[in-house]
């Protein structure tokens, strides 16, 4: 829930004697009536823009009168009875608790839904609207089915008792505005007043997201409650027939009378005999056939008595054509005071065709008997045996770790498989006490006839309750039948006021539950990573803190390194030098000519700027990270519980490669710090003075610190200035004032780099978190509720000695900084946080200083226009280039005003002899279009000066469309260099779907710099980057001289806006030659398991009858990999494709490609990659495959091109083969050796592989079970022994199973790596041993492995991955195959 949005009003406040400001939020004197600027807001209506009021005693004498006056503002269908604080939680009941400034929620009941107020706030005028008119919709069915579920396009409205009026609406955007809106408009459809709708079973539909629930029909209704009838939506809307039931074609004759079919029926339900097994509830039933199924239908007479204890009811029902009936369910609608019911038999008879069915039930439908059910189904009998078995699924619903994560709301679940639907279902009686609380897993059965392989949920929740949002984990269904478990990942909100506002999520099934299990722990680790990289900005000093040790990292001046170092322990302090993603370089602070690095697998210090001082920072979910050589992916740092570096030989039980990271300097006075309470929430300030754990983390969300003495600090809301967090009189909340309430002790925790905050005030008391986020003193448990996990916004300084921190204190640069995060970055440094030139521009406004050589003053006159957006300056020199820099002041609204000459004092840095400047601004501000005059730099020494007249609009809607212009400098008239006009044509390819919507961005270079990341923003063309078009724009700036290459960026939010761009041609004029860049692929792309949003293309020598390549900047080892893809349907893949690579020396290990979910290998096209192969040698053979991930991963590989980029020697591979579990030989990995031009190649061989399963009880596993066989020319690689060639039932108890798996020849066997994935029920295994036998051209080859051993994680060693030597080799019919690598 967003925080009340900020105004421009300024507040009358008193003035004491002194001249200080005296806060009117504590002051107890009486004060003059002054007016209140109020915004108030439609309670659910994120579309509503608000209504501003100014409230006065003159304006409003009374409550009420203001009520009657937002009536007539805010659209309500019974006006404003209601104004409610922005989350509901207080009710403003009289005009004096309106606070000036402040928003408020209206309502016309005691209910109130939450709105995200900053995108209310926001919502654009409808002439400010920037969507063009021929904006297009991607069709794609990938993305479709990844989607959340959408409100049907025509939607069918009954009448509350009478299904004979109904009418037929369109969903369309202008009577979906609102629910109330909604309303509004049935009423005038239906001509009657609607106040509320139902499903058509009888469910309240309370919201315009819950009516996805009602199946395309909702019942229309006033006040009066529900009115069962037959709202028979078959004869009006045609439902298409369930997925997966039949894929029979009919013939274009036969349609017309298919759909006008329909049936009689007559159904008969016996109630049983039993005390009280009669109903007061009403009944329904609904029937499932091979075409469709029919909608609920609600079985009811005219004397009000059915379905009581032993009588039998007759009823008719007409139906469309359903074909071949195969299922029913039948259920109630837990109604009146008797509602619960035992039904004995159902019997139904088709009229038409004359078949009878008969189903005995014998069962209770109660929510206080049996399993609670109160909807039950039931399979048509065949010859007296049901046609599918019941089914009792096991649901699990994981609901996720966030603060205030869990729901008091009615939770339902429908199931959707090959053979139907299970129906919506509530989801209310749980093997836990309270169901869906934070953090927790709560465990349902659903019984419904089977539905044969799942394939999607539809789960949502009805809003009702307070607290009502949900964020949703994951959904797990577990089929008994089959044993086959479906996971249904979410991980979003499920909330009218979070994330898209949706409560239902239609969610797709990963039938692999060891794939999902590892995307699932991929996703946290980059959700870890996103909090945690503001760490490695570079200038920050770490610790490195081991949990095994229990010391810190140090590096001695003899090079040595351990992990048994102090707090304090000067040579156990590292600064960051180096960042590029997650790859750093970490210097001693003590020592700065030794960094820490890894050299051959050892820990040690070396030289600052080797190879092996770059070190790659992988976070884990549990907030820890590893330390990994960038040159040798594998190696870590480690040390044993000696503290003492690690080599390869010490045993990993007694290693310890995780670290906890600590930032040096986090609570320095002045500090503008976020306390994140996970990883995507913080600690806020609300506007009723309450905290919460559940803030975005944003500048709503921002804390300064005032440092009191040390280790006891102040925390004041940057957002709200003067306002504390305080513990006061049982209370934790955000209205302290600065007195010792406010005081607070830091506690760190070593084990996770997070703080607790302990009032100095009364010890033992720290600021702790309900379940529902809700701030609360609490006693310090060691639990997660006390941890905060601080991230600095901006740093802080050291006090000056003897003083104390006081609240005024180091304000005056947070305004500034918060504009230099929104800046957008430049190709020179795209890090998201200030630069250190930005960090010293800020220092020399601040302070006073002796001048320096870096030292400039810029003068910057504006024109007529001005302009409130953040202006940027680039200064370029023969040596270097300074940028980022930001023309801020404390005071930005005054900058920047029309005929204004704004100065600014800056430094430059050691760049050589200036030659041009850049100048521009973000676009961002009520007023971005901006005129500018002129530049003025003027050396603060030796006085020199450079001016640069531009008289330029830098604007979106003016000149050339750009907001950023290069001005070059003038030398007696002349500029040094011209300004160019470089045209820019811009290729969009003809693929299906290349086309984007997508901001793209340019960066031209050259031998004389950049042009700077300019936006293609006018295109000659009227909607841009269209499949098969050319768009032409104009990038104007200063002589780049020869262009070398241009940086391509396109930052996509979903996959449907992803572009597919041909080439690119730059031209400085049309008399001369053009520079073609070659693309090719698709932005944003997936590299070695990356998404890269950017590339950067080289110039191409276009040449008669040559096929252009794609050329890049070699290294030394670097090979090109053209992977092509089978030209039939259904050859692609959505896997996750890797290659490793043999050579004499070395293997590659595994190379991830990239995925087919990211554009890559489709049917018919050529992917290419860059891999680098340095030091493995002569290179032997290549081993590809994939994970067999996502909805299809088979995959037909045709043929694999190998391209050395240094010597141009050319391997071409042909595959010509699946690669499936389910086709050819079932394997999802080939391998292919070199063959080379006078030298003869490896075969590939068949190793038959015999899996000898003991004879000790439980020896069996249900396990997945791998293997990889290695001897002198390498290793198979680790393969899955999926298919058996001799049982249909793998590894059994005293069992023998024969696999076969094909390689290249690996010369003589010596040892088998053998292991299983420890899932399903009892997946322990006792393995006997493994026989490998072989043929090749000089002998037969048959290699015994003994084990006698069991693998398994609760007994023997509790290993589950054994290393098994040949114990002997037995020859037949030749010699025993053994040929050295």
């Given at each position: 829930?967003?925080?009340?949005?900020?105004?421009?009003?300024?507040?009358?406040?008193?003035?004491?004697?002194?001249?200080?400001?005296?806060?009117?939020?504590?002051?107890?004197?009486?004060?003059?009536?002054?007016?209140?600027?109020?915004?108030?807001?439609?309670?659910?209506?994120?579309?509503?823009?608000?209504?501003?009021?100014?409230?006065?005693?003159?304006?409003?004498?009374?409550?009420?009168?203001?009520?009657?006056?937002?009536?007539?503002?805010?659209?309500?269908?019974?006006?404003?009875?209601?104004?409610?604080?922005?989350?509901?939680?207080?009710?403003?009941?009289?005009?004096?608790?309106?606070?000036?400034?402040?928003?408020?929620?209206?309502?016309?009941?005691?209910?109130?839904?939450?709105?995200?107020?900053?995108?209310?706030?926001?919502?654009?005028?409808?002439?400010?609207?920037?969507?063009?008119?021929?904006?297009?919709?991607?069709?794609?069915?990938?993305?479709?089915?990844?989607?959340?579920?959408?409100?049907?396009?025509?939607?069918?409205?009954?009448?509350?008792?009478?299904?004979?009026?109904?009418?037929?609406?369109?969903?369309?955007?202008?009577?979906?505005?609102?629910?109330?809106?909604?309303?509004?408009?049935l009423t005038g459809v239906m001509r009657f007043s609607v106040v509320k709708l139902y499903a058509t079973d009888g469910r309240k539909v309370p919201s315009l997201q819950a009516v996805i629930l009602s199946s395309g029909a909702v019942v229309a209704a006033g006040r009066e409650p529900f009115k069962p009838g037959n709202y028979d939506t078959q004869k009006y809307l045609l439902p298409a027939k369930l997925p997966g039931i039949s894929?029979?074609?009919?013939?274009?004759?036969?349609?017309?009378?298919?759909?006008?079919?329909?049936?009689?029926?007559?159904?008969?339900?016996?109630?049983?005999?039993?005390?009280?097994?009669?109903?007061?509830?009403?009944?329904?039933?609904?029937?499932?056939?091979?075409?469709?199924?029919?909608?609920?239908?609600?079985?009811?007479?005219?004397?009000?008595?059915?379905?009581?204890?032993?009588?039998?009811?007759?009823?008719?029902?007409?139906?469309?054509?359903?074909?071949?009936?195969?299922?029913?369910?039948?259920?109630?609608?837990?109604?009146?005071?008797?509602?619960?019911?035992?039904?004995?038999?159902?019997?139904?008879?088709?009229?038409?065709?004359?078949?009878?069915?008969?189903?005995?039930?014998?069962?209770?439908?109660?929510?206080?008997?049996?399993?609670?059910?109160?909807?039950?189904?039931?399979?048509?009998?065949?010859?007296?045996?049901?046609?599918?078995?019941?089914?009792?699924?096991?649901?699990?619903?994981?609901?996720?770790?966030?603060?205030?994560?869990?729901?008091?709301?009615?939770?339902?679940?429908?199931?959707?498989?090959?053979?139907?639907?299970?129906?919506?279902?509530?989801?209310?009686?749980?093997?836990?006490?309270?169901?869906?609380?934070?953090?927790?897993?709560?465990?349902?059965?659903?019984?419904?006839?089977?539905?044969?392989?799942?394939?999607?949920?539809?789960?949502?929740?009805?809003?009702?309750?307070?607290?009502?949002?949900?964020?949703?984990?994951?959904?797990?269904?577990?089929?008994?039948?089959?044993?086959?478990?479906?996971?249904?990942?979410?991980?979003?909100?499920?909330?009218?006021?979070?994330?898209?506002?949706?409560?239902?999520?239609?969610?797709?099934?990963?039938?692999?539950?060891?794939?999902?299990?590892?995307?699932?722990?991929?996703?946290?680790?980059?959700?870890?990573?996103?909090?945690?990289?503001?760490?490695?900005?570079?200038?920050?000093?770490?610790?490195?803190?081991?949990?095994?040790?229990?010391?810190?990292?140090?590096?001695?001046?003899?090079?040595?390194?351990?992990?048994?170092?102090?707090k304090t322990d000067k040579y156990g302090f590292f600064d960051v030098i180096f960042n590029k993603g997650n790859t750093c370089i970490f210097q001693s602070h003590e020592m700065r000519h030794l960094s820490l690095a890894l050299d051959n697998g050892l820990v040690t210090g070396m030289a600052s700027g080797a190879a092996a001082t770059e070190l790659r920072v992988l976070y884990q979910p549990n907030r820890c990270a590893l330390l990994?050589?960038?040159?040798?992916?594998?190696?870590?740092?480690?040390?044993?519980?000696?503290?003492?570096?690690?080599?390869?030989?010490?045993?990993?039980?007694?290693?310890?490669?995780?670290?906890?990271?600590?930032?040096?300097?986090?609570?320095?006075?002045?500090?503008?710090?976020?306390?994140?309470?996970?990883?995507?929430?913080?600690?806020?300030?609300?506007?009723?003075?309450?905290?919460?754990?559940?803030?975005?983390?944003?500048?709503?969300?921002?804390?300064?610190?005032?440092?009191?003495?040390?280790?006891?600090?102040?925390?004041?809301?940057?957002?709200?200035?003067?306002?504390?967090?305080?513990?006061?009189?049982?209370?934790?909340?955000?209205?302290?004032?600065?007195?010792?309430?406010?005081?607070?002790?830091?506690?760190?925790?070593?084990?996770?780099?997070?703080?607790?905050?302990?009032?100095?005030?009364?010890?033992?008391?720290?600021?702790?978190?309900?379940?529902?986020?809700?701030?609360?003193?609490?006693?310090?448990?060691?639990?997660?509720?006390?941890?905060?996990?601080?991230?600095?916004?901006?740093?802080?300084?050291?006090?000056?000695?003897?003083?104390?921190?006081?609240?005024?204190?180091?304000?005056?640069?947070?305004?500034?900084?918060?504009?230099?995060?929104?800046?957008?970055?430049?190709?020179?440094?795209?890090?998201?946080?200030?630069?250190?030139?930005?960090?010293?521009?800020?220092?020399?406004?601040?302070?006073?200083?002796?001048?320096?050589?870096?030292?400039?003053?810029?003068?910057?006159?504006?024109?007529?226009?001005?302009?409130?957006?953040?202006?940027?300056?680039?200064?370029?020199?023969?040596?270097?280039?300074?940028?980022?820099?930001?023309?801020?002041?404390?005071?930005?609204?005054?900058?920047?005003?029309?005929?204004?000459?704004?100065?600014?004092?800056?430094?430059?840095?050691?760049?050589?002899?200036?030659?041009?400047?850049?100048?521009?601004?973000?676009?961002?501000?009520?007023?971005?279009?901006?005129?500018?005059?002129?530049?003025?730099?003027?050396?603060?020494?030796?006085?020199?000066?450079?001016?640069?007249?531009?008289?330029?609009?830098?604007?979106?809607?003016?000149?050339?469309g750009d907001i950023v212009c290069e001005l070059p400098v003038v030398k007696e008239g002349e500029a040094i260099f011209p300004l160019v006009k470089y045209q820019v044509d811009v290729y969009t390819g003809q693929l299906k779907q290349a086309e984007t919507e997508s901001e793209v961005l340019l960066c031209l270079y050259g031998d004389r710099g950049d042009s700077g990341l300019r936006q293609l923003h006018k295109s000659n063309m009227?909607?841009?980057?269209?499949?098969?078009?050319?768009?032409?724009?104009?990038?104007?700036?200063?002589?780049?001289?020869?262009?070398?290459?241009?940086?391509?960026?396109?930052?996509?939010?979903?996959?449907?806006?992803?572009?597919?761009?041909?080439?690119?041609?730059?031209?400085?004029?049309?008399?001369?030659?053009?520079?073609?860049?070659?693309?090719?692929?698709?932005?944003?792309?997936?590299?070695?398991?990356?998404?890269?949003?950017?590339?950067?293309?080289?110039?191409?020598?276009?040449?008669?009858?040559?096929?252009?390549?794609?050329?890049?900047?070699?290294?030394?080892?670097?090979?090109?990999?053209?992977?092509?893809?089978?030209?039939?349907?259904?050859?692609?893949?959505?896997?996750?494709?890797?290659?490793?690579?043999?050579?004499?020396?070395?293997?590659?290990?595994?190379?991830?490609?990239?995925?087919?979910?990211?554009?890559?290998?489709?049917?018919?096209?050529?992917?290419?990659?860059?891999?680098?192969?340095?030091?493995?040698?002569?290179?032997?053979?290549?081993?590809?495959?994939?994970?067999?991930?996502?909805?299809?991963?088979?995959?037909?590989?045709?043929?694999?091109?190998?391209?050395?980029?240094?010597?141009?020697?050319?391997?071409?591979?042909?595959?010509?083969?699946?690669?499936?579990?389910?086709?050819?030989?079932?394997?999802?990995?080939?391998?292919?050796?070199?063959?080379?031009?006078?030298?003869?190649?490896?075969?590939?061989?068949?190793?038959?592989?015999?899996?000898?399963?003991?004879?000790?009880?439980?020896?069996?596993?249900?396990?997945?079970?791998?293997?990889?066989?290695?001897?002198?020319?390498?290793?198979?690689?680790?393969?899955?022994?999926?298919?058996?060639?001799?049982?249909?039932?793998?590894?059994?108890?005293?069992?023998?199973?024969?696999?076969?798996?094909?390689?290249?020849?690996?010369?003589?066997?010596?040892?088998?790596?053998?292991?299983?994935?420890?899932?399903?029920?009892?997946?322990?295994?006792?393995?006997?041993?493994?026989?490998?036998?072989?043929?090749?051209?000089?002998?037969?080859?048959?290699?015994?492995?003994?084990?006698?051993?069991?693998?398994?994680?609760?007994?023997?060693?509790?290993?589950?991955?054994?290393?098994?030597?040949?114990?002997?080799?037995?020859?037949?019919?030749?010699?025993?195959?053994?040929?050295?690598?």
């Amino acid at each position: 829930m967003s925080d009340t949005p900020s105004t421009s009003f300024s507040m009358i406040q008193p003035i004491l004697s002194e001249g200080q400001i005296l806060s009117s939020r504590h002051v107890s004197v009486t004060h003059p009536v002054v007016a209140k600027r109020i915004s108030f807001y439609k309670s659910g209506d994120p579309q509503f823009g608000g209504v501003r009021v100014v409230v006065n005693p003159r304006s409003f004498k009374t409550f009420d009168a203001l009520l009657d006056n937002l009536s007539r503002k805010v659209p309500l269908p019974f006006g404003v009875r209601n104004i409610s604080t922005p989350r509901g939680r207080h009710c403003i009941t009289s005009l004096e608790e309106l606070e000036d400034g402040e928003s408020y929620l209206c309502s016309h009941g005691k209910k109130v839904q939450p709105v995200d107020l900053d995108k209310a706030s926001r919502r654009p005028k409808p002439w400010l609207s920037s969507r063009t008119l021929s904006a297009h919709v991607h069709h794609h069915p990938v993305i479709a089915a990844a989607s959340t579920l959408r409100p049907p396009r025509r939607l069918m409205v009954f009448r509350n008792g009478d299904p004979g009026t109904r009418r037929t609406i369109v969903l369309s955007k202008r009577v979906t505005q609102s629910f109330e809106g909604f309303l509004q408009h049935l009423t005038g459809v239906m001509r009657f007043s609607v106040v509320k709708l139902y499903a058509t079973d009888g469910r309240k539909v309370p919201s315009l997201q819950a009516v996805i629930l009602s199946s395309g029909a909702v019942v229309a209704a006033g006040r009066e409650p529900f009115k069962p009838g037959n709202y028979d939506t078959q004869k009006y809307l045609l439902p298409a027939k369930l997925p997966g039931i039949s894929h029979r074609v009919y013939r274009k004759g036969n349609a017309k009378s298919e759909s006008r079919k329909s049936d009689n029926w007559r159904v008969s339900i016996i109630t049983s005999d039993l005390p009280n097994a009669g109903t007061t509830s009403q009944i329904y039933i609904v029937l499932y056939g091979q075409l469709r199924s029919s909608a609920p239908i609600y079985l009811y007479g005219t004397d009000g008595a059915q379905f009581q204890d032993g009588h039998e009811d007759n009823f008719t029902i007409k139906i469309g054509d359903i074909g071949t009936l195969f299922k029913i369910r039948i259920g109630h609608t837990n109604s009146g005071h008797s509602p619960s019911w035992h039904c004995k038999e159902i019997k139904l008879q088709n009229m038409n065709s004359g078949k009878q069915f008969y189903i005995p039930v014998q069962r209770w439908l109660a929510q206080d008997q049996e399993d609670g059910e109160i909807c039950r189904e039931f399979p048509v009998l065949n010859k007296g045996q049901a046609i599918l078995p019941v089914t009792v699924y096991e649901i699990y619903v994981a609901t996720g770790e966030l603060w205030n994560a869990g729901t008091v709301a009615n939770v339902y679940i429908s199931i959707y498989g090959e053979k139907g639907d299970t129906g919506s279902r509530q989801l209310f009686r749980s093997t836990s006490t309270c169901n869906f609380l934070r953090g927790q897993t709560d465990t349902f059965f659903l019984e419904a006839v089977h539905l044969g392989d799942l394939y999607k949920i539809v789960i949502g929740h009805d809003g009702l309750g307070p607290g009502n949002g949900w964020f949703l984990e994951d959904v797990v269904v577990k089929d008994p039948t089959t044993s086959h478990e479906y996971t249904f990942f979410c991980h979003r909100w499920l909330d009218q006021g979070e994330d898209d506002g949706k409560i239902v999520r239609e969610l797709y099934a990963r039938d692999n539950s060891i794939i999902s299990a590892r995307q699932k722990l991929e996703y946290k680790r980059k959700e870890t990573w996103a909090a945690e990289r503001w760490k490695f900005m570079k200038g920050n000093t770490l610790q490195f803190y081991n949990r095994l040790t229990g010391g810190f990292v140090r590096l001695h001046p003899d090079g040595r390194v351990d992990a048994s170092g102090e707090k304090t322990d000067k040579y156990g302090f590292f600064d960051v030098i180096f960042n590029k993603g997650n790859t750093c370089i970490f210097q001693s602070h003590e020592m700065r000519h030794l960094s820490l690095a890894l050299d051959n697998g050892l820990v040690t210090g070396m030289a600052s700027g080797a190879a092996a001082t770059e070190l790659r920072v992988l976070y884990q979910p549990n907030r820890c990270a590893l330390l990994q050589s960038a040159r040798v992916p594998g190696d870590m740092v480690s040390f044993d519980h000696h503290t003492k570096t690690a080599d390869q030989s010490t045993g990993f039980a007694d290693l310890s490669k995780e670290f906890v990271i600590f930032v040096k300097g986090v609570f320095l006075n002045s500090a503008v710090i976020l306390l994140a309470t996970s990883l995507c929430q913080a600690l806020c300030l609300q506007p009723d003075g309450s905290c919460t754990g559940v803030g975005n983390q944003s500048e709503k969300s921002y804390w300064r610190v005032h440092k009191i003495s040390s280790g006891i600090c102040m925390f004041e809301s940057v957002k709200s200035a003067r306002m504390y967090l305080r513990i006061k009189d049982g209370q934790c909340d955000g209205t302290g004032t600065g007195d010792v309430d406010c005081h607070f002790k830091i506690k760190k925790n070593l084990e996770n780099a997070s703080i607790s905050l302990e009032s100095a005030r009364s010890p033992g008391l720290f600021v702790g978190l309900w379940s529902d986020g809700q701030t609360r003193p609490v006693v310090y448990t060691k639990d997660e509720n006390v941890c905060f996990y601080p991230q600095v916004i901006q740093f802080g300084r050291e006090n000056p000695a003897g003083m104390s921190a006081t609240p005024n204190q180091g304000e005056e640069n947070t305004s500034e900084l918060l504009k230099q995060k929104e800046t957008p970055p430049a190709p020179e440094d795209r890090t998201f946080f200030p630069s250190s030139t930005t960090k010293e521009i800020r220092h020399s406004q601040s302070s006073e200083h002796p001048l320096s050589e870096d030292e400039w003053k810029v003068l910057v006159l504006t024109g007529n226009i001005g302009t409130q957006a953040n202006v940027t300056l680039w200064v370029y020199g023969d040596e270097g280039v300074t940028g980022p820099i930001s023309l801020s002041k404390d005071s930005p609204e005054q900058l920047f005003l029309p005929r204004q000459e704004d100065e600014f004092q800056v430094q430059v840095g050691s760049i050589g002899k200036i030659y041009k400047i850049r100048i521009g601004h973000d676009g961002t501000s009520e007023q971005p279009e901006w005129n500018l005059q002129k530049v003025t730099m003027q050396h603060m020494k030796s006085k020199k000066i450079l001016d640069f007249v531009t008289n330029a609009w830098l604007s979106r809607m003016q000149a050339d469309g750009d907001i950023v212009c290069e001005l070059p400098v003038v030398k007696e008239g002349e500029a040094i260099f011209p300004l160019v006009k470089y045209q820019v044509d811009v290729y969009t390819g003809q693929l299906k779907q290349a086309e984007t919507e997508s901001e793209v961005l340019l960066c031209l270079y050259g031998d004389r710099g950049d042009s700077g990341l300019r936006q293609l923003h006018k295109s000659n063309m009227p909607v841009k980057f269209q499949r098969g078009q050319i768009d032409k724009f104009q990038v104007t700036a200063v002589s780049l001289g020869k262009l070398q290459k241009v940086l391509l960026r396109c930052e996509a939010s979903d996959k449907s806006q992803y572009w597919y761009c041909e080439k690119i041609v730059v031209r400085e004029s049309p008399a001369t030659a053009e520079s073609i860049f070659i693309c090719e692929r698709w932005l944003p792309f997936m590299s070695q398991g990356i998404i890269h949003s950017e590339i950067e293309l080289y110039p191409q020598e276009m040449q008669i009858n040559h096929q252009p390549k794609i050329q890049e900047e070699a290294n030394e080892g670097d090979w090109k990999v053209t992977i092509v893809t089978g030209d039939f349907e259904n050859a692609g893949t959505t896997a996750t494709v890797s290659v490793y690579v043999y050579g004499e020396t070395k293997c590659s290990g595994p190379i991830i490609l990239g995925s087919g979910k990211h554009h890559l290998f489709n049917p018919n096209t050529a992917d290419i990659f860059k891999i680098n192969l340095k030091d493995i040698g002569e290179i032997y053979k290549i081993r590809i495959g994939h994970d067999n991930g996502g909805k299809d991963p088979r995959w037909y590989l045709e043929e694999i091109r190998l391209e050395n980029m240094g010597t141009c020697e050319l391997f071409c591979l042909i595959v010509d083969s699946w690669i499936a579990e389910n086709d050819s030989d079932g394997d999802t990995w080939k391998e292919m050796p070199i063959v080379r031009a006078g030298k003869e190649s490896l075969p590939v061989v068949v190793y038959e592989i015999h899996i000898h399963t003991g004879t000790k009880p439980d020896a069996e596993t249900e396990s997945n079970v791998f293997i990889n066989l290695i001897g002198t020319r390498g290793d198979s690689g680790k393969r899955n022994l999926h298919q058996s060639k001799n049982n249909k039932v793998k590894f059994l108890r005293g069992q023998v199973d024969i696999f076969s798996i094909k390689a290249v020849s690996l010369g003589k066997l010596k040892k088998v790596l053998i292991s299983h994935d420890g899932t399903g029920p009892g997946n322990g295994w006792f393995l006997e041993s493994v026989v490998v036998k072989s043929e090749e051209e000089d002998g037969i080859q048959e290699v015994l492995f003994p084990c006698d051993r069991w693998l398994d994680e609760y007994r023997d060693d509790g290993q589950t991955e054994l290393e098994l030597c040949a114990e002997d080799s037995h020859s037949g019919g030749g010699e025993t195959g053994s040929v050295a690598s």
